[in-house]
């Protein structure tokens, strides 16, 4: 392995460890955990067999070792993470970070991956000088960010997941996991959104989601005293979410985010065109 210095632990969690490292007067982060051959190899796999094809939109691993039933991993760094910055970003960053998640998955799934842990923490953003970013056909302004989507350490792939008898967990991933995101758009919400109207309406995939959800995110957005009806009890919110983008464009993501061409059309055409 390639020799380091830690400068700093940046983060951990119930997996391992994550520090800043200095290679050669160049930055990057170190990973180490305990090794899970499954999810390691499936991780190692995605590096070398796709992530390599677009590096601007994901991070690249360096180089990596095992020792005594440890793995330590070496990855490109970005300046921070979606979930640092959410609040301070104004409405058009925001619609920018979006159109740029969305292609991000778009590129995934049409190469039959899904990411498995798509939120805000593993969506690595970068500050940039570049005033557009050439997505598909469209020019897209940054408002000084671009998106690196990170950790893929539960990365799902078809054809292995065929394998492994476990294409249902493959095909929710894949039908849920860009609809599901619009929990972060919603600010001091106890409830997870989207999670919630799953619950209640015991939905399993997106085809089940869309049908009647304007309505209720209509009613859970605007009353200030709403009761959930969450497996058999009641929880109450005592106060009105505060929404980071307009609420009908929350409703006309969730909509779209089955169909990410479209979700890119749509909010370039309504907000960037």
């Known amino acids: 392995m390639i020799q380091y210095k830690i400068i700093k632990e940046l983060g951990h969690g119930t997996k391992g460890k994550v520090y800043l490292i200095e290679v050669e007067n160049k930055f990057y982060a170190l990973k180490i955990e305990k090794l899970n051959q499954v999810y390691f190899w499936r991780e190692i796999n995605f590096y070398k067999n796709f992530a390599l094809t677009y590096p601007s939109n994901f991070i690249q691993l360096i180089d990596y070792e095992i020792k005594d039933n440890i793995v330590k991993k070496i990855y490109t760094l970005v300046d921070t993470t979606l979930d640092k910055i959410i609040y301070t970003l104004n409405k058009f960053q925001l619609l920018s970070i979006i159109i740029q998640i969305t292609y991000c998955v778009y590129l995934l799934h049409t190469n039959n991956y899904v990411h498995g842990d798509l939120r805000a923490p593993n969506i690595g953003v970068n500050k940039t000088t570049q005033t557009h970013i050439n997505i598909l056909s469209y020019q897209i302004p940054t408002y000084g960010w671009v998106v690196q989507l990170i950790d893929f350490g ?92 307009d609420k009908n464009d929350i409703i006309d993501y969730i909509k779209l985010s089955i169909k990410p061409l479209d979700l890119i059309d749509y909010f370039y055409k309504k907000y960037f065109y």
């Open 154 to 245: 539960s990365i799902g792939e078809k054809n292995e997941a065929i394998k492994l008898n476990d294409l249902e967990w493959y095909e929710n991933k894949f039908s849920t996991e860009l609809t599901k995101l619009a929990n972060i758009f919603i600010n001091k919400s106890k409830l997870k959104l989207i999670d919630t109207y799953c619950q209640i309406h015991n939905c399993s995939s997106t085809s089940n989601i869309v049908p009647g959800m304007d309505l209720w995110i209509d009613k859970y957005l605007n009353t200030k005293d709403y009761y959930y009806k969450l497996i058999g009890k009641k929880v109450k919110n005592k106060y009105i979410p505060k929404l980071l983008i």
